[in-house]
């Protein structure tokens, strides 16, 4: 069941924009994730953990991984760039991620409240804005922004190009930095358990909603969202 943490239902009258994470949170790419860190564990003469003894370790994220297992030096500069190179050759090898089975349906229910969704990715925008399309969800959103490094930057940049106070906001993100950025720009904060952080490690950064799944995060905002585009500075079909 989805756990709201900090409900605060005058706020939640006045929702305005929503903002989310794409891996993790639509798209689903636990394989290559995984298949990139244990090919680094291999490398190293590591033990290959199977992908469901993975999934419960992984909410330490790959470089904690590593640095549990003896890999890496102090910075973890030389092991990051390895997990880099072998994530990108698992990329252009392997079938690329799917769109989780409930995403099409959440965004349905949720775009029909007119609030814009606009996608935060560290990743390319090209990247994601091709697996949206050819997922067909991409119709959804009214921003894809790639190359985000900085999440807390990309939020606030986001709120004031669309003039949206942050208490106005909602950030969707599946991992603990994402949820740790989303609070210090003051936005409301929904962790999803369906990245690569485990559920313990998205509760310890105590965000305002807890979820596991797409269709239990409309349960959770759905309440928050404002009927109607009347006043919402919407720009629709925006993607760089």
């Keep these: 069941m989805p756990t709201l943490l900090k409900p605060s239902q005058e706020r939640s009258r006045e929702t305005r924009l929503i903002l989310s994470d794409w891996s993790g949170v639509f798209s689903d790419n636990r394989k290559v994730v995984y298949s990139a860190a244990m090919r680094v564990m291999e490398s190293h003469g590591k ?27 102090n910075t973890g500069f030389l092991t990051d760039q390895q997990y880099k190179v072998r994530l990108e050759e698992v990329k252009s090898s392997s079938e690329p991620p799917t769109v989780y089975s409930d995403a099409k349906l959440a965004l349905g229910e949720i775009s029909r409240t007119g609030i814009p969704i ?3 990715s560290s990743r390319p925008a090209y990247h ?24 807390k930057k990309g939020i606030l940049e986001m709120l004031n190009r669309r003039a949206v106070e942050p208490q ?3 950030y969707i993100g599946d991992n603990r930095y994402n949820i740790s950025a989303a609070k210090e720009a003051g936005v409301f904060s929904v962790g999803i358990t369906t990245g690569n952080h485990h559920k313990s490690s ?10 596991d799944s797409l269709s239990e995060l409309t349960q959770v905002i ?3 969202l404002r009927k109607g585009t009347d006043q919402l500075n919407i720009k629709n079909d925006i993607y760089y």
């Design 222 to 224: 759905m309440p928050m």
């Design 47 to 73: 033990k290959i953990l199977e992908f469901s003894e993975w999934l419960r370790s992984s909410y330490r994220g790959p470089a904690e991984l590593f640095r549990e297992h003896g890999i890496g030096d």
């Design 168 to 170: 106005y906001a909602i």
């Design 202 to 211: 998205l509760q310890a950064e105590a965000p305002d909603a807890l979820v």
């Design 118 to 120: 606009v996608i935060l």
């Design 128 to 151: 994601v804005i091709a697996e949206a399309k050819r997922s067909g969800i991409d119709s959804f959103f009214s921003e894809i922004v790639g190359g985000v490094k900085d999440r």
